[in-house]
């Protein structure tokens, strides 16, 4: 069974940049067919689907945050990272890493990190 555990900073100052690993077990990140996605919520507002990496190591982004989006991975460690740049105080959310067999169809999460933005 897959398990995936978010790691990272719980407290990031605006205009800096949000780094977050997320760790898997159970399975690796370069299993065909598989997508490796990072998730988040706002307080008081639903899921937002930010982009992801497939086990191809191509990658896809929101429009809306594709600017700001950077999402990578260490086949080594078999892990998989975020870097969102430039954060404000509307990049306060919990952020989730997940995976499934398409873009928009999670199996696995992880358990979620609050982030706060703020000085």
């Known amino acids: 069974q897959v398990q995936l555990q978010e790691s990272g900073p719980g407290l990031v100052k605006p205009s800096q940049t949000l780094s977050l690993t997320c760790t898997v077990s159970?399975?690796?990140?370069?299993?065909?067919?598989?997508?490796w996605s990072w998730i988040r919520q706002p307080p008081g507002k639903g899921l937002e689907w930010m982009g992801a990496i497939p086990y191809s190591g191509s990658t896809y982004y929101r429009p809306s945050l594709k600017s700001r989006t950077f999402i990578s991975r260490d086949t080594s460690k078999n892990q998989f990272t975020l870097q969102l740049n430039s954060v404000t105080p509307e990049d306060t959310a919990v952020y989730y890493c997940a995976h499934g067999p398409s873009l928009h169809t999670m199996v696995s999460w992880g358990q979620g990190t609050q982030v706060t933005v703020s000085s």
């Open positions: 159970g399975g690796s990140i370069t299993t065909n067919y598989y997508y």
